[in-house]
């Protein structure tokens, strides 16, 4: 092959290449939109049996005769959750949701607010009230008192309240000790307000992939194949905002669209990696394969991306991937054969299985995949150089025709 037709080879490639983004944006696309209709199941879920849930801290309001009500927030504040989770399924998709045993303690210190207050109520707010599964016992001073829902007023969300009374004799500066347990269910994630003069919240549960969320990561964790625990301790001054929030995110690190969504941003490296590979084979072998035939493989490794969502939605995502990366090697190993009628096939055959697994290699690789990706192109380069460093040598030594 002379200089100027491999030029021109090179030109056509260049613009099947270019081509082939459209169908490999467009099952880019397809993947987002199986993405976003996961999300919509896992929202009808959520509407369902309970959403993600938020705790708040649990606060003291003070009526007074003349003036607002007065907020009086806790002196300590002791969250216990113990967490188990279940995977439901509707459809072909699945949804994590969980039950939560919550164990919330400590104290508040009495006020002249709450000495002169005409009545003072103690409230807690949760943000999703579906997911109760049973009242919360509340203790107070060692005297146990039924929490009620209360409506919120101007379109507030509703809240658990309980009028409280203070001891005859109670001063200001006394301690008044809670408790409170309650059984929680919800979804994708539970977080805790972390509202005390000082906050600390204990999270266990047997799910393996936590992703711990909020203003404040935990100051001690152990995740497990079995399970997690994780501690946090937030201090008053260190709180931004009533927003603020501690907590976890049950994550599902099998999500097949995100990294088959991953999967596709190394497309047109994979494409031009195997492009490459054969023109190295038609240089070395003096068989030609034409244009057609290189849009043919193209649009075959492109296909890839769309088989791949295919089997990941059903199996796991590793397997899917051996599964899609087999079937495409195969069929292109047979084209290749039928093409140069050699064994130069076969070699080409084993550079896609060498390609495939690069790339799941990248894949796994969240922290080095620019690194490795870059390396990779550099590699790319290499050889395109070494392929063109000989054209001119090589057309000399053609005799003219």
Same mark, same amino acid.
């Given at each position: 092959?002379?200089?100027? $037709?491999?030029?021109? $080879?090179? /030109?056509?490639? =260049? ?7 459209? #169908? ?32 708040? /801290? #649990? ?6 005769? =003349?003036?607002?009500?007065?907020? !009086? ?51 807690? $707010? ?17 005297? +146990? ?7 919120? /007023?101007? =379109? ?5 309240? *309980? ?8 001063? +200001? ?16 994630? @539970? ?10 919240? *204990? ?14 990561? #935990? ?9 997690? !625990?994780? $501690? ?20 599902? #690190? ?22 490459? &590979? ?32 295919? %089997? ?11 599964? &899609? ?10 084209? %290749? ?7 130069? &096939? ?10 495939? +697994? *690069? ?8 922290? %080095?995949?620019? @690194? ?5 192109? %550099? ?9 063109? +460093? ?12």
């Amino acid at each position: 092959m002379n200089g100027k $037709k491999l030029a021109k $080879k090179f /030109a056509f490639i =260049g613009g099947i290449t270019l081509l082939l983004l459209i #169908p490999l944006l467009m099952i880019n696309g397809l993947i987002y939109e199986r993405g976003n209709t996961k999300d919509d199941v896992q929202y009808e879920v959520a509407l369902a049996y309970a959403d993600s849930q938020v705790v708040g /801290a #649990p606060y003291i309001t003070s009526a007074i005769k =003349g003036s607002k009500d007065i907020t !009086e927030q806790c002196a300590t504040l002791d969250y216990k959750a113990t967490v188990d989770t279940e995977v439901l399924h509707r459809a072909i998709y699945d949804v994590t949701t969980y039950s939560s045993t919550i164990e919330i303690c400590g104290q508040f210190i009495v006020t002249d607010n709450m000495l002169k207050a005409t009545t003072n109520n103690l409230c807690l $707010k949760i943000s999703d009230f579906k997911g109760l599964r049973s009242l919360p016992q509340l203790t107070l001073n060692g005297e +146990a008192i039924t929490l009620e829902r209360v409506n919120g /007023a101007n =379109g507030e969300r509703p809240y658990l309240a *309980a009028s409280i009374e203070l001891a005859k004799g109670t001063r +200001a500066g006394d301690s008044l000790e809670f408790s409170l347990t309650m059984e929680l269910c919800g979804t994708e994630s @539970l977080m805790f307000s972390p509202m005390g003069a000082e906050t600390t919240l *204990a999270v266990s549960s047997s799910y393996p992939h936590p992703s711990f969320q909020g203003e404040f990561l #935990p100051e001690e964790r152990e995740v497990r194949a079995d399970g997690f !625990e994780a $501690k946090w301790r937030v201090l008053s001054m260190n709180v931004n905002s009533s927003s603020d929030r501690i907590g976890v995110e049950f994550i599902d #690190p099998a999500n097949p669209y995100l990294q088959a969504e991953r999967s596709t941003k190394y497309g047109i490296l994979i494409i031009v990696l195997v492009f490459i &590979a054969a023109l190295f084979t038609e240089f070395m072998t003096r068989k030609e394969i034409n244009i057609v035939q290189y849009a043919v493989v193209g649009l075959s490794l492109v296909l890839f991306y769309s088989l791949l969502i295919s %089997f990941a939605e059903f199996i796991l995502f590793g397997y899917a991937y051996i599964a &899609a990366a087999a079937m495409t090697t195969l069929a292109l190993t047979a084209y %290749f054969r039928a093409i140069l009628k050699s064994r130069s &096939a076969y070699i080409l055959g084993a550079f896609v299985v060498v390609v495939y +697994a *690069a790339n799941f290699l990248l894949l796994q690789m969240e922290n %080095f995949a620019l @690194l490795s990706g870059s390396i990779l192109l %550099f590699l790319l380069l290499c050889v395109v150089m070494y392929l063109t +460093a000989n054209i001119s040598k090589h057309d000399e030594a053609t005799p003219a025709q």
